[in-house]
């Protein structure tokens, strides 16, 4: 088991590895460059283009950049002393060991082109509305996609059933944004317009949230600023759970099936137990299991949220962010959540190998 | 081609039996290939006949529609009929009008067909082709090549693809034609999956009987690669390129949507959809409603053949 872990662990460094390539690959090859965004100002001089250039040390070779970006190259060292942080130790080990403070392995993003913020500061600033909309629909739509799942496979050709199938295929085939707007259009139109069609907060009774004057707000009505947060959450929550059960209520009710086939329920049934004993104790328990870890591969959903709902419902999360940010050709934001999504997908799949050979004895490593 | 799975089905014609009481009617034996066998069972899968129905009238429409009626980007209504506000579904324009420019809201999804299922089965094309090669190679070679190929399908799968699409669009599509440019960005990212299961289906494929005596008689890999592992690993792939479609109709849809898509003037799903965004607060609910319904319409199509498919060439169920 340990060696299990070891290898799937030393498996994932590559990746993560290639991961960083990539996105500084694909950041590096795009047209223009950090200073596409001077141009066209006819203020702006060469002069002052290579003094940014130099001051940003976007004049070094690429594998230079790179190197520093990651956080294995000390900016400041010389000939091989590039490797060794300000503490004599290599300066790709965390900061308290070798004193680097550049670079992504330590936490270090650099600053948004847009708002001259640390790329850090402002993805854990978006990762709180995040958070709290994909929680709550994740936690929605599991509930329902396990009960209907469950509910589908027991009653296999009811009408249950067919109602349910009909309903994943068809929330399988709707893109998400017609869903998003759709819903606008029936709750925040001109006829029925009882909910809000988009952001966190209603703006003109809050400050912005995240800020502290909001923080301010509050502390001193936090019913009400609770409330507003609820009116917002409704239908982008209801987007997401609709088009998420699809996928996973099949999930389920293929695993429950499957379970319900096995020769321990038949066992179990022959026996002479209720049907309920072995519908929710034989089958249930074991279907749960694939069920189990495939949610285990939804949790980066809780950061990385939802790309597409909250860019319609102008949520202001890190999907937003990463929009806003593509539209502004923010660089270092890009790659900041480009790289920290793509290592919450590898972690989560880690995770979930281990947890999955953990849980069930049959699996071999 | 498939000579290794040709069950050869002994059938006996029944169904076509003389009528009359002779008895000395003949037992056809007919030998089957598999696209025949395969063919017999999607037909007995209702919603797979639908979804191929639909599929083909939208093929039609896409041929055939813009041709009956044009789309001209620069041919608009004469500036005393523009009112701001569309018009809603009525006999003359059963999709309703858009706002600002008074576009009939059919014209447009009809002529977007074009583009969507272009876009849809060219980007799957190039994803199924692109995924077929680095999983055969994968498959085939095993070993060290096998190990880096598949690192770098992991590397891809951990990227938030949507996200790595619409940043590749935003950058390299900012041209006027753009619509190959987006065609070949989805297909360059759209592989993966195709990969991973090419490749497996490879490794189980290679150890078999007639690989060995293939390799064993001298065949040159090459050939034992394109004439005896690949046509028995054909029907996966193409169950895998019918969802490759889906998802791409619908993230053309949503890149369009965002705005770095294919180009404003020509009238995707996408495109139609997101001009609509602006005219929520009038509640021309037509607008967008069409776009999106053609959307789910080819997309449950498509997926239903998928269904039929994966049922036509799954050996263990019967027809």
Same mark, same amino acid.
């Given at each position: 088991?340990?060696?299990?872990?070891?290898?799937?662990?030393?498996?994932?460094?590559?990746?993560?590895?290639?991961?960083?390539?990539?996105?500084?690959?694909?950041?590096?090859?795009?047209?223009?460059?950090?200073?596409?965004?001077?141009?066209?100002?006819?203020?702006?001089?060469?002069?002052?283009?290579?003094?940014?250039?130099?001051?940003?040390?976007?004049?070094?070779?690429?594998?230079?950049? $790179?190197?520093?970006?990651?956080? #294995?190259?000390?900016?400041?060292?010389?000939?091989?002393?590039?490797?060794?942080?300000?503490?004599?130790?290599?300066?790709?080990?965390?900061?308290?060991?070798?004193?680097?403070?550049?670079?992504?392995?330590?936490?270090?993003?650099? $600053?948004?082109?847009?708002?001259?913020?640390?790329?850090?500061?402002?993805?854990?600033?978006?990762?709180?509305?995040?958070?709290?909309?994909?929680?709550?629909?994740?936690?929605?739509?599991?509930?329902?996609?396990? =009960?209907?799942?469950?509910?589908?496979? /027991?009653?296999?050709?009811?009408?249950?059933?067919?109602?349910?199938?009909?309903?994943?295929?068809?929330?399988?085939?709707? @893109?998400?944004?017609?869903?998003?707007?759709?819903?606008?259009?029936?709750?925040?139109?001109?006829?029925?317009?009882?909910?809000?069609?988009?952001?966190?907060?209603?703006?003109? =009774?809050?400050?912005?949230?995240?800020?502290?004057? $909001?923080?301010?707000?509050?502390?001193?009505?936090?019913?009400?600023?609770?409330?507003? %947060?609820?009116?917002?959450?409704?239908? @982008?929550?209801?987007?997401?759970?609709? /088009?998420?059960?699809?996928?996973?209520?099949?999930?389920?009710?293929?695993?429950?099936?499957?379970?319900?086939?096995?020769?321990?329920?038949?066992?179990?049934?022959?026996?002479?137990?209720?049907?309920?004993?072995?519908?929710?104790?034989?089958?249930?328990?074991?279907?749960?299991?694939?069920?189990?870890?495939?949610?285990?591969?939804?949790?980066?959903? =809780?950061?990385?949220?939802?790309?597409?709902?909250?860019?319609?419902?102008?949520?202001?999360?890190?999907?937003?962010?990463?929009?806003?940010?593509?539209?502004?050709?923010?660089?270092?934001?890009?790659?900041? /959540?480009?790289? %920290?999504?793509?290592?919450?997908? #590898?972690?989560?799949?880690?995770?979930?190998?281990?947890? $999955?050979?953990?849980?069930?004895?049959?699996?071999?490593? | !081609?498939?000579?290794?799975?040709?069950?050869?089905?002994?059938?006996?014609?029944?169904?076509?039996?003389?009528?009359?009481?002779?008895?000395?009617?003949?037992?056809?034996?007919?030998?089957?290939?598999?696209?025949?066998?395969?063919?017999? &069972?999607? &037909?007995?899968?209702?919603?797979?006949?639908?979804?191929?129905?639909? *599929?083909?009238?939208?093929?039609?429409?896409?041929?055939?529609?813009?041709?009956?009626?044009?789309?001209?980007?620069?041919?608009?209504?004469?500036?005393?009929?523009?009112?701001?506000?569309?018009?809603?579904?009525?006999?003359?324009?059963?999709?309703?009008?858009?706002?600002?420019?008074?576009?009939?809201?059919?014209?447009?999804?009809?002529?977007?067909?074009?583009?969507?299922?272009?876009?849809?089965?060219?980007?799957?094309?190039?994803?199924?082709?692109?995924?077929?090669?680095?999983?055969?190679?994968?498959?085939?070679?095993?070993?060290?090549?096998?190990?880096?190929? !598949?690192?770098?399908?992991?590397?891809?799968? +951990?990227?938030?693809?949507?996200?790595?699409?619409?940043?590749?669009?935003?950058?390299?599509?900012?041209?006027?034609?753009?619509?190959?440019?987006?065609?070949?960005?989805?297909?360059?990212?759209?592989? !993966?999956?195709?990969?991973? *299961?090419?490749? +497996?289906?490879?490794?189980?494929?290679?150890?078999?009987?007639?690989?060995?005596?293939?390799?064993?008689?001298?065949?040159?890999?090459?050939?034992?690669?394109? &004439?005896?592992? *690949?046509?028995?690993?054909? +029907?996966?792939?193409?169950?895998?390129?019918?969802?490759?479609?889906?998802?791409?109709?619908?993230?053309?849809?949503?890149?369009?949507?965002?705005?770095?898509?294919?180009?404003?003037?020509?009238?995707?799903?996408?495109?139609?959809?997101?001009?609509?965004?602006?005219?929520?607060?009038?509640?021309?609910?037509?607008?967008?409603?069409?776009?999106?319904?053609?959307?789910?319409?080819?997309?449950?199509?498509?997926?239903?053949?998928?269904?039929?498919?994966?049922?036509?060439?799954?050996?263990? +169920?019967?027809?």
């Amino acid at each position: 088991m340990t060696k299990y872990v070891i290898r799937r662990i030393v498996q994932a460094i590559p990746v993560l590895f290639g991961v960083s390539i990539v996105v500084y690959g694909i950041l590096l090859s795009a047209p223009g460059g950090p200073t596409a965004r001077f141009a066209n100002n006819p203020r702006i001089t060469n002069e002052q283009r290579e003094e940014f250039k130099k001051a940003w040390g976007l004049d070094q070779p690429i594998p230079v950049q $790179y190197c520093r970006w990651l956080g #294995v190259c000390n900016p400041d060292g010389q000939g091989l002393g590039v490797f060794i942080g300000p503490k004599g130790l290599p300066n790709f080990l965390p900061g308290v060991l070798s004193g680097g403070t550049n670079g992504v392995l330590h936490g270090d993003f650099g $600053y948004s082109i847009d708002s001259g913020e640390s790329v850090m500061g402002r993805i854990t600033r978006a990762a709180l509305p995040t958070f709290i909309l994909a929680s709550f629909a994740l936690v929605i739509w599991i509930t329902i996609a396990v =009960l209907m799942g469950v509910v589908a496979a /027991v009653k296999r050709n009811s009408w249950f059933d067919q109602v349910a199938t009909i309903f994943a295929y068809v929330g399988f085939a709707m @893109p998400t944004f017609w869903l998003g707007i759709m819903l606008i259009f029936i709750f925040s139109g001109p006829g029925l317009n009882i909910l809000p069609a988009g952001g966190m907060t209603e703006t003109r =009774l809050s400050p912005p949230f995240g800020s502290n004057e $909001y923080w301010a707000y509050f502390g001193k009505q936090p019913l009400a600023a609770l409330a507003d %947060i609820g009116r917002h959450l409704i239908l @982008p929550v209801i987007t997401l759970v609709v /088009v998420n059960i699809a996928g996973d209520s099949r999930f389920v009710r293929a695993s429950m099936l499957e379970a319900l086939g096995q020769d321990y329920v038949r066992t179990a049934k022959a026996k002479g137990l209720s049907n309920r004993s072995v519908t929710f104790k034989h089958a249930l328990r074991n279907a749960m299991l694939p069920v189990v870890t495939n949610i285990g591969l939804e949790i980066p959903f =809780l950061f990385t949220g939802a790309l597409v709902t909250e860019s319609i419902f102008s949520w202001p999360g890190i999907g937003k962010l990463t929009i806003d940010a593509t539209r502004g050709f923010d660089y270092p934001v890009l790659m900041g /959540v480009l790289l %920290i999504t793509a290592t919450l997908v #590898v972690l989560a799949n880690l995770f979930a190998d281990i947890a $999955y050979a953990f849980v069930d004895p049959r699996i071999k490593y | !081609m498939a000579q290794e799975i040709e069950r050869g089905a002994v059938v006996a014609d029944v169904e076509n039996r003389p009528e009359g009481p002779r008895t000395d009617y003949e037992v056809g034996l007919e030998s089957l290939s598999q696209w025949q066998l395969a063919w017999r &069972k999607f &037909k007995k899968h209702r919603l797979a006949l639908i979804g191929l129905g639909i *599929l083909i009238a939208l093929v039609v429409i896409a041929i055939a529609g813009p041709i009956v009626m044009p789309f001209r980007f620069d041919s608009i209504a004469r500036p005393d009929q523009i009112v701001y506000q569309g018009r809603g579904p009525s006999l003359s324009h059963p999709f309703g009008e858009t706002g600002g420019l008074q576009r009939d809201v059919l014209l447009l999804v009809v002529n977007g067909a074009r583009w969507s299922l272009l876009i849809g089965f060219s980007s799957m094309a190039i994803g199924v082709v692109i995924g077929t090669i680095i999983g055969s190679i994968a498959g085939y070679a095993g070993g060290a090549v096998d190990n880096i190929l !598949m690192r770098v399908v992991d590397v891809m799968l +951990s990227l938030p693809i949507l996200f790595v699409i619409l940043v590749a669009a935003r950058f390299f599509a900012g041209a006027r034609d753009n619509i190959w440019t987006i065609i070949i960005i989805f297909g360059l990212f759209g592989w !993966m999956g195709v990969a991973r *299961l090419v490749r +497996s289906l490879f490794l189980s494929i290679r150890e078999r009987e007639f690989v060995e005596a293939a390799r064993a008689v001298g065949v040159r890999d090459r050939r034992i690669i394109f &004439k005896h592992i *690949l046509p028995n690993a054909l +029907s996966p792939i193409v169950v895998a390129a019918s969802l490759i479609v889906a998802g791409n109709i619908i993230g053309e849809a949503f890149v369009s949507f965002l705005g770095y898509g294919v180009n404003p003037i020509t009238p995707t799903w996408g495109n139609v959809l997101s001009s609509a965004l602006t005219f929520i607060p009038l509640g021309n609910w037509w607008w967008p409603f069409f776009p999106g319904f053609a959307i789910i319409l080819t997309v449950l199509a498509v997926n239903f053949i998928g269904d039929g498919l994966r049922d036509a060439f799954d050996p263990r +169920s019967r027809a």
